[in-house]
């Protein structure tokens, strides 16, 4: 099992930066390095939408094209926990974060919500002027 708590929504204008954190409890005995994470999003109304994944060793990341360049997805295995840095934040960019992992995906399955086994209870990012 693991167990995901993520922080640092909140509101903000269009440009602001936030730093969204999620931290993991893994008490299956394997390491938190052994599961890739990703970050998702959903706004009312809509399906949750991929924005960022990390494999597990934090050396390869993907992102939703509409995030490249002012999103950055990052890891620190030894404290557990998974980072998502938006800048330049536009109003499009209203949703319910949610980080998940999962310790068996394949590279095809990272962008797909359905794929992973565990999720956090998300946090709120409003970015309006």
């Known amino acids: 099992q693991v167990l995901l708590v993520e922080s640092g929504g909140g509101l903000v204008q269009p440009g602001d930066s936030l730093r969204l954190s999620c931290a993991a409890s893994v008490d299956s005995g394997r390491a938190f390095s052994a599961y890739a994470t990703g970050w998702f999003r959903r706004t009312p109304g809509k399906e949750r939408e991929f924005v960022a994944a990390i494999r597990r060793s934090g050396t390869n990341t993907y992102y939703v094209d509409s995030v490249k360049g002012r999103f950055t997805i990052s890891r620190d295995n030894a404290k557990n926990m998974v980072y998502l840095q938006m800048n330049s934040l536009k109003t499009e960019d209203t949703a319910v974060y949610y980080c998940?992992?999962?310790?068996?995906?394949?590279?095809?399955?990272?962008?797909?919500?359905?794929?992973?086994?565990?999720w956090g209870q998300g946090t709120q990012v409003t970015v309006s002027s």
């Open positions: 998940a992992a999962d310790s068996g995906l394949i590279l095809s399955q990272i962008r797909v919500p359905g794929a992973y086994d565990y």
